[in-house]
């Protein structure tokens, strides 16, 4: 039954990655951006939800209400300036600088301003609550809340992508700009639009993580490399195979950490080595942003 | 100019430079209503990127164009759709992961008030009604190409530019691609198409030009110029100029 409990856990874990990744996944599947500011961009979300949402007199539960929109409107911002520029130079190294330099960036101001003290959501006694459905499987109430809008987050975009119009238009530039630009396609607003949606599921992802856990300036980095792990184990530009790349990363995490606590994160990588290996495509491997 | 009054396509002195490469040099065509203007012409000739800079994708390095007196040379190629120009480019360039319903009515997105809907296409391609909900990359290489025409007309363009039609497809079906030009030329729409095929092209069209280098070594209609004529433009046999275009054109 121990083993159960790992599997849970993991699956827990795993929805939470899977919402990290999403926008990852989105970013590069429809623009060919590689985010490597991915992760810091969830830690500004953290401290603004834990800096701005109390001026509201909001409960910080409820945070993701300002936080969300929020980057959704940086998101387009960003991606119509200083992202549309880099792409506009033709050199996909020019994007992944500029991605990389807002990592650094991101991470030294968060510093400056901040200190490296770790800094949580503070969601009073939810955090404790739990049920437990057999004696040794005990599942919490927010765990279960994040892989629920997990869930909700990524059913919803695949609805988006698949059923609307803008998901039409999304489709179309991720498959062939140019061929988009003729049917008079703005292709550079449709990746504005992208952008938002990515941005917006980060926020939402670094607020589960500051309620789930702590968050640091230095966090990203490490979240970023979960995030992609989890893109990589289900399949670039697969937003099922996301999901269940983050479970799988999330129950090998477990497994792992069962094993010995020294090898949680350790089996997260061997898994995604072994994906790497075997099935360089992913286990999930689908068409682009779809 | 085919006694219309006013030009429906006007490009004036075009160049386009790819780098160092001269791709189109001092280009000019008049084109009315309901013409069809065929640009023939070797591999490298300079043809699909002349169609290109039409559409907006290329930016030339000299030169004006104008669709219905309107100049659209610094317009986005987005734009341009709203200005009547639509272009099937080579290879048919249909999107892959969105089924062919879809593709069709992604051409509606920046339509001009016209007689083509995605009905209307369904109407001239029946079998598409059926098949549309399958992707696109399902498709055959003749039924991508009428699904490529459908989505630029459902635009309802005032020019319609037609990317080597006939590429990599069987004669029969390419033949039967362009036996409905006449239809699309009942509604006034105007056709500018570019052909590596003499035969096809010089079968549908109102006027040809060869274009040679970036440069066109021949213009006029099809009837009035002979075989050879066209073999040594095309190819450049001889250094002949068959006249100014411009001279042509009026």
Redo the contacts between chains.
Sequence with gaps: MIWVNAIVQGILIGGFYALFACGLSLLFGVMGIINLAHGDFAVIAGYAAVLLVPQTHLPLVWGFLIVVPMFALGGYVLQRTLFQTALDRGNPLTILLVTFGLSVITENALLQAFTSNGQSINIGSLIAKSFNPSPVVSISYLSLAVLIVAVVVLVGLSLTLSRTKTG??I??V???R??????????RHVFGIAAAIALATVALAGIASGMLTEFAPSSGTNNLLFAFEAVVIGGIGSLWGTLAGGIVLGIAQQIGAQINPAYQILAGHLVFLAVLAFRPNGLFRA???? | MTGRDSPVLEVDHLTVHHGQLCAVSDFSLRLGAAETFAIIGANGAGKSTLLRTI???HKPSAGTIRVDGTDVTST????R??AGI??V?EGR??????NLA?NL???T???RPGSFTVERVYDLFPWMRERRGQRASQLSGGEQQAVAIG??LV?NPRVLLLDELSLGLAPVVAQRIYALLPELLETGMTVLLVEQDVTQATRVATRVACLLEGRTTLEGRPGELTREQIESAYFGLHEEHWGDPDEAAS
């Design positions: 039409r238009l489709r179309a991720a498959d062939d140019e061929a988009a630009e003729l049917v008079g396609v703005n292709y068409r682009v942003a779809a | 559409a907006g994708l986005r190629a987005s734009d759709v709203g639509a272009l480019p360039r249909l999107f892959p992961s969105l879809e009515s992604i051409g997105h920046r339509a989505r630029a635009a």
